[in-house]
């Protein structure tokens, strides 16, 4: 069975085509352009799906099916992109009717870390759970929920937006407007801003610093954790923090949900070493022995292809659904 993935990202738009078991024929993408209308983007996808079919040898109605990932706000009922952040310009774009008419193919639509759940449901190293949950572990903290073998979309296509659980409501400002969102203390872009404005205190005394030469907007997670390796106090300080919380926000998730795998994004995968020890560790004070005991924590053994696998499981997981 071929299938075709499209992966629209806030900086990268990506097409595939590949198969039921994950095996890609062909990939090739196509940079965002801050701007773009979307009658222009919408002919560069054109060009870009029929260069990856020639690539794979393939016509369009070879294709089952076509998967589209791409982030929120979604109406996946409807095929609709409401308002991508990263794409100021668009509001409510029709992008699987566009798809369809473009290919005649069944075209689907989830939004990127539901996507990324599908992946690791169908193509993952714990393939055929029932239960597990994704999260992104990355800029920011978004997740996926597979309950009983389906995906959690919920009625406003909002299930799985595990970032925005409140921990704290006197907690830190979050960029969708709560304060002390989960994904205000564990979201590597919310972690920098909050080292940023320490060290713009002056007092903080950190190899951090040097690390970045001075400059201080130059601060990141991949800082952080380099600081950590050497033993920096305060960058030692700072990713306890974060684990705290994230152990916090896993823990919940552990306790309503009991499922049998979470899996973690970027983050864990970069710095294993440095996230999960410490965090099965902390993990025991927010979550019961037997469920937590129950639940395997992991990284992602899917690494830089979960982009690609993720449109290949909405298109296979899609097609299924409507059969």
């Known amino acids: 069975m071929k299938l075709m993935g499209i992966?629209?990202?806030?900086?990268?738009?990506?097409?595939?085509?590949g198969n039921e078991q994950g095996e890609l024929a062909a990939s090739q993408r196509i940079a965002m352009r801050s701007g773009e209308t979307v009658e222009a983007y919408l002919q560069r996808l054109a060009a870009l799906c029929q260069a990856v079919l020639r690539e794979a040898g393939l016509a369009a109605s070879d294709l089952a099916a076509v998967g589209i990932s791409a982030p929120g706000p979604m109406n996946v009922k409807q095929g609709l992109l409401i308002a991508p952040p990263?794409?100021?310009?668009?509001?409510?774009?029709?992008?699987?009717?566009?798809?369809?008419?473009?290919?005649?193919?069944?075209?689907?639509?989830?939004?990127?870390?539901?996507?990324?759940?599908?992946?690791?449901?169908?193509?993952?190293?714990?393939?055929?759970?029932?239960?597990?949950?994704?999260?992104?572990?990355?800029?920011?903290?978004?997740?996926?929920?597979?309950?009983?073998?389906?995906?959690?979309?919920?009625a406003t296509d909002t299930g799985g937006e595990v970032g925005h659980q409140v921990l704290d409501p006197n907690g830190p400002l979050c960029g969708c407007g709560q304060r002390g969102c989960w994904e205000a203390y564990v979201g590597g872009r919310m972690v920098a801003e909050r080292l940023k404005a320490r060290l713009r205190g002056g007092k903080a005394r950190t190899s951090m610093l040097e690390d970045v030469g001075g400059d201080i907007d130059k601060l990141s997670m991949r800082v952080l954790e380099r600081a950590?390796?050497?033993?920096?106090?305060?960058?030692?300080?700072?990713?306890?923090?974060?684990?705290?919380?994230?152990?916090?926000?896993?823990?919940?998730?552990?306790?309503?949900?009991?499922?049998?795998?979470?899996?973690?994004?970027?983050?864990?995968?970069?710095?294993?070493?440095?996230?999960?020890?410490?965090?099965?560790?902390?993990?025991?004070?927010?979550?019961?022995?037997?469920?937590?005991?129950?639940?395997?924590?992991?990284?992602?053994?899917?690494?830089?292809?979960?982009?690609?696998?993720?449109?290949?499981?909405?298109?296979?997981?899609?097609?299924?659904?409507?059969?």
């Open 86 to 154: 990263n794409n100021p310009g668009w509001h409510d774009v029709a992008i699987v009717a566009h798809v369809t008419r473009l290919l005649g193919r069944p075209t689907f639509l989830n939004n990127d870390a539901n996507a990324c759940a599908l992946a690791e449901m169908c193509f993952g190293s714990h393939k055929g759970r029932r239960n597990l949950i994704y999260l992104t572990f990355s800029t920011g903290m978004g997740g996926g929920i597979i309950v009983n073998g389906e995906l959690v979309q919920g």
């Open 7 to 17: 992966d629209i990202g806030g900086t990268k738009t990506a097409v595939c085509v």
């Open 228 to 323: 950590v390796r050497q033993g920096d106090p305060l960058a030692l300080e700072e990713w306890d923090q974060l684990l705290e919380r994230l152990a916090q926000g896993i823990g919940n998730l552990i306790m309503v949900l009991n499922p049998d795998v979470i899996v973690l994004g970027t983050i864990a995968i970069h710095a294993r070493d440095l996230v999960m020890p410490p965090l099965k560790e902390k993990l025991k004070k927010y979550a019961w022995k037997w469920p937590r005991e129950a639940c395997e924590v992991i990284p992602s053994a899917l690494g830089s292809r979960i982009g690609d696998l993720s449109t290949l499981a909405v298109a296979l997981t899609g097609l299924k659904r409507a059969r």
